[in-house]
């Protein structure tokens, strides 16, 4: 069960009530689930739209492009946000300002709600936030935005580790939600992906990372990675620059507190 939560990128809770309910298709050996990839990997594939949607409208999100949900301007490549309720603010607005998104304040309380309940960082420094609701009239076309955060944000990950990639999904519709979420899961499985993610330099360069890693998912080449994850080799100048901000930050002064007021001594 554990594994397949991993696999799937949703909490343990989550994927026990659909083994449960029977929705995802599952077997019981020596009274353990156990599950086959190919069998989870086309339920995934079979998930369908509401009954109020198009199903021929919707894309496929086993076949539909990263491109075409990660444009150039989704992704911000230094947050200043240094909470988790910042950055879900922060990539929320980069969605907002370029017309992604039609109603930020729901969507906001909606990826809060979620993360409320488990929070979606995962181990090796990557969180996929989202919202449990597919609302397509507050979200004007399925999107993707991408932040990185060179110091790392606490975010509530299982391994105590801060995070430092987050993937906001806005993806509209149930249809997308799933097989785009198990995609960004699986490419970014090799933690030498992650680390290249977090030293590169220009946005463009993470952007054709992820979707050569994506193209290679979808492909079906998706090499065994060892469990041992190792910490990235980060850009000399970018480095400099995080030394210089730590440095500035201790440098400044603090302000004493008031001093309490002088008594005189009595005279006898």
């Known amino acids: 069960m554990h594994e397949l939560a991993v696999y799937l990128h949703l909490d343990e809770g989550t994927v026990s009530k659909l083994v449960a309910s029977g929705k995802i298709p599952s077997m019981q050996v020596d009274r353990q689930w156990r599950f086959q990839k ?55 607005a980069r969605a907002y300002t370029n017309g992604w998104l039609a109603d930020k304040p729901w969507f ?91 030293s590169m330099q220009s946005p463009d360069q993470m952007r054709a990372l992820l979707l050569k890693e994506d193209a290679a998912v979808r492909a079906g080449i998706v090499p065994e990675i060892a469990a041992a994850a190792f910490k990235p080799k980060l850009d000399r100048q970018l480095r400099l620059r995080a030394i210089r901000r730590l440095q500035t930050a201790k440098s400044k002064p603090e302000t004493p507190p008031p001093s309490a007021p002088r008594q005189r001594k009595r005279k006898a």
């Open 108 to 198: 906001v309380g909606a990826v809060v709600e979620r993360e409320s309940l488990a929070s979606t960082a995962m181990e090796g420094g990557v969180a996929f936030l989202h919202t449990r609701a597919k609302d397509k009239g507050k979200i004007a076309r399925p999107f993707i935005v991408v932040g990185r955060s060179w110091e790392g944000i606490p975010f509530g990950a299982n391994d105590g580790a801060p995070t430092y990639l987050f993937f906001l999904l806005g993806l509209k519709y149930d249809r997308l939600h799933l097989p785009i979420l198990g995609r960004l899961a699986r490419a970014l499985r090799n933690p030498a992906t992650i680390a290249k993610l977090r």
């Open 38 to 92: 190919k069998a989870i990997d086309e339920w995934v594939e079979d998930q369908l739209v509401g009954e109020d949607e198009s199903f021929v409208d919707v894309p496929d999100g086993m076949k539909l492009p990263l491109e075409d949900l990660l444009p150039d301007q989704a992704l911000i490549t230094n947050l200043r946000a240094n909470s988790p309720l910042g950055v879900i603010e922060e990539l929320a």
